[in-house]
């Protein structure tokens, strides 16, 4: 359990900033549009991570509920993040390659972050 909450909150601070960061080096590089991408990509790929391990620790635990509701929120959490990518490639919102970029870099901070506390 403590080790759970020390890689979220390794995740949550360490792509903040490295979000924040890149965010602000395509501002002055590129415009407000990418900018903004890699903001949302960022908050998306760690809202998913959160959510994946509530997910998971919830089917580690049998004493957290059923595993009928874990599916349902499953896929509805599946069904909001293709929402969000369809609306942003529907109407054009915000750069889409700005936000796999920002989705891209919450991935490789958790794969940082977990081989960093795996080891021993």
């Known amino acids: 359990m403590e080790q759970k909450r020390m890689l979220l909150r390794a995740l949550q601070i360490k792509g903040a900033i490295a979000t924040l960061t890149a965010s602000l080096i395509a501002l002055v590089f590129f415009s407000l549009h990418e900018s903004a991408g890699i903001i949302i990509g960022g908050a998306i790929g760690i809202l998913n991570f959160i959510i994946l391990i509530r997910f998971v620790y919830s089917i580690i635990n049998p004493e957290s509920g059923g595993r009928g509701i874990i599916i349902f ?48």
Do not use: C, D, M, N
């Not at 942003?88 to 977990?114: D, H, R």
């Open 73 to 120: 929120l499953s896929t509805a959490k599946l069904l909001f993040f293709f929402l969000i990518f369809l609306a942003i490639i529907k109407w054009q919102i915000v750069s889409i390659l700005a936000v796999f970029a920002g989705f891209t870099i919450i991935l490789i901070i958790l794969a940082y972050e977990g081989l960093r506390q795996a080891k021993p």
